[in-house]
């Protein structure tokens, strides 16, 4: 899958999350839902960002992410 793919994909499960929320009257629930809703924003931007970095080869054991 793609970075934008991914990025989209996240947001979209955040959003569900949200709008589930709307409809859950137990604020424990509503609470769990809508923290669940941030950590898949949180994993979105950093799923963009990890994305945008460029990829160079720094030894012949592993692929570092350009600062």
Do not use: H
Not at 20 to 45: C, F, H, P, Y
Request: hydrophobic residues 45%; proline residues 3%.
């Amino acid at each position: 899958m793609q970075g934008v793919e991914v990025v989209e994909r996240y947001r979209s499960y955040a959003a569900r999350c949200l709008a589930i929320s709307r409809n859950v009257s137990d604020l424990t629930g509503k609470l769990v839902l809508l923290e669940m809703a941030q950590s898949w924003l949180k994993l979105a931007e950093q799923a963009g960002e990890d994305a945008a970095a460029p990829i160079s080869l720094t030894n012949s054991r592993r692929l570092i992410r350009s600062p």
